[in-house]
């Protein structure tokens, strides 16, 4: 089974304009991210699709860029634009977020590694909270599963409720890393935004929304994402720590 991995990387962000070129300890965000990528053997490309020439001029001095449309909704479907033009041969594409510069290659294995049932047609992984204000946080994705570690739905609201309060229910937070069957992709990108994805803003509940699979596997990790300019300097504390 081939897998390729894309990591899409917008330049204008709202609250952290230039994000993926940002220095984080003498490397660029997205080149930390692009190592980790590149780390993970038996992958058959990878390649950051972004929107912008700083960007792609960057990333193509130590791997490939591919410029994608600036008008792609999302990542998802930035990642098809630029699968079409990769030249990849892969029957699984990995999703990874280009201000994620922590992943660990264990995850993206991960991911991949559940394809290996047939009928998995999306995944993507969850980890276990165990903070109350996680819970609470409306920014905080939280996901529940069937017994066959399906997703049943995400949500920013706190799922499950425990209605009577007696207990700690199993809470989970999403962690927003993808990966697909290739025709799936292509599938996914074709529908229409969802009620429930424009309720909540989060694009695989129109995926849920039109019967999709999404298979979900836990891990123990969760690396420090990167949003705003305060973010980046934890991140520094954060490297500095793990040195």
């Known amino acids: 089974m081939k897998f390729c991995v894309l990591i899409p990387a917008r330049y204008g962000s709202t609250r ?4 993926p070129l940002a220095d984080l300890g003498g490397m660029s965000m997205i080149q930390r991210v692009w190592n980790v990528a590149a780390s993970c053997s038996g992958n058959s490309g990878i390649a950051v699709a972004t929107d912008d020439a ?13 410029l994608t449309n600036a008008q792609h909704p999302s990542g998802t479907d930035r990642c098809m634009e630029a699968f079409e033009k990769s030249g990849f ?24 590694s559940m394809f290996e ?11 276990a909270i165990l ?3 996680e ?33 700690t229910p199993p809470y989970y937070r999403h962690i927003g890393m993808y990966a697909y069957k290739a025709d799936v992709l292509h599938k996914i990108t074709l529908l229409k935004p969802s009620i ?5 803003k989060l694009e695989q509940l129109r995926w849920l929304e039109n019967g999709y699979h999404i298979a ?6 969760q690396s420090p994402a990167v949003d705003t300019p305060e973010d980046l300097e934890k991140a520094i504390d954060f490297l500095k720590n793990q040195s």
Do not use: C, M
Not at 138 to 150: E, Y
């Open 135 to 167: 819970v609470e946080n409306p920014n905080v994705v939280k996901v529940v599963t069937d017994i066959h570690d399906k997703a049943l739905y995400f949500s920013r609201s706190q799922i499950p409720f425990s209605r009577e309060n007696d207990s």
């Open 89 to 112: 041969e892969a029957d699984i594409i990995v999703n990874l977020q280009g201000d994620e510069p922590f992943i660990r290659p264990e995850q993206i294995k991960a991911l991949v």
């Open 131 to 133: 903070s109350a204000t």
């Open 16 to 19: 952290f304009p230039g994000k």
């Open 196 to 200: 429930l994805e424009l309720t909540e």
């Open 54 to 66: 700083r960007i792609e001029a960057h990333v193509n001095i130590f791997g490939k860029a591919i």
């Open 117 to 127: 049932n047939p009928d998995v047609e999306i995944a993507t992984l969850k980890k």
């Open 216 to 221: 979900v596997a836990e891990t123990q990790w």
